[in-house]
């Protein structure tokens, strides 16, 4: 019986580190494509292009600011009798407000991180 149990231990076992493998090379493909900073370079290998934080967080603040405006922009015209198109306007209002909740949750955690280092002790 314990020597049945260990065969079906050992399967198991195997079986569960080949999920985790595909799980890794899935995430790796992922992570591949997800990122817009990468660069293919002349031999096909890809790397990552010299790209520093504040690029990166003024790129997101103008995408922010890009859909508020879009937001605003429909909002006023739908006041003014231009455009009847509530359902798009509200839609557009209702992404305005969770990019700007994203963008303050990231600043929170901004400002957060900034407060432990600098209450680190050296």
Same mark, same amino acid.
């Given at each position: /019986?314990? &020597?049945? $149990?260990?065969?079906?231990?050992? *399967?198991?076992?195997?079986?569960?580190?080949?999920?985790?493998?595909?799980?890794?090379?899935?995430?790796?493909?992922?992570?591949? !494509?997800?990122?817009?900073?990468?660069?293919?370079?002349?031999?096909?290998?890809?790397?990552?292009? *010299? %790209?520093?934080?504040?690029?990166?967080?003024?790129?997101?603040?103008?995408?922010?600011? +890009? %859909?508020?405006?879009?937001? =605003?922009?429909?909002?006023?015209?739908?006041?003014?009798?231009?455009?009847?198109?509530? $359902? !798009?306007?509200?839609?557009?209002?209702?992404?305005? =407000?969770?990019?700007?909740?994203?963008?303050?949750?990231?600043? +929170? &955690?901004?400002?957060?991180?900034?407060?432990?280092? /600098? +209450?680190?002790?050296?």
């Amino acid at each position: /019986m314990e &020597k049945l $149990s260990a065969i079906g231990m050992e *399967n198991a076992q195997r079986q569960m580190l080949q999920d985790m493998q595909r799980m890794v090379i899935s995430t790796d493909s992922i992570q591949e !494509t997800a990122s817009p900073y990468r660069s293919v370079t002349n031999n096909g290998i890809s790397t990552a292009p *010299n %790209i520093s934080f504040s690029h990166v967080l003024e790129d997101a603040l103008n995408k922010v600011n +890009n %859909i508020q405006v879009s937001a =605003s922009n429909k909002q006023t015209a739908v006041d003014m009798g231009i455009s009847d198109d509530l $359902s !798009t306007t509200m839609l557009e209002s209702q992404k305005a =407000s969770v990019a700007f909740s994203a963008l303050v949750q990231v600043r +929170n &955690k901004l400002t957060t991180g900034l407060d432990d280092v /600098m +209450n680190t002790a050296l």
